[in-house]
């Protein structure tokens, strides 16, 4: 078992499949993200305060409407 076994997806994965967006696991301290068409790939691994911080600075200069 890895370190991450709680990866999961947004709500807002698109129609169909889902496989369109990033999964997300976390443990107490890091962040891990991959591409959801090729999980057994690759993930980059953030500290949670880093990850906190890009989230809002993604919310931030987000163009599209709603939280």
Do not use: Q
């Amino acid at each position: 078992m890895s370190a991450f076994d709680n990866w999961r997806k947004s709500s807002y994965s698109g129609s169909g499949d889902g496989n369109a967006c990033v999964e997300i696991a976390n443990t107490p301290t890091h962040i891990a993200v991959r591409d959801s068409k090729t999980p057994a790939r690759a993930t980059l691994t953030f500290p949670s305060v880093a990850f906190s911080a890009f989230v809002r600075a993604l919310k931030a200069h987000s163009s599209v409407s709603g939280d």
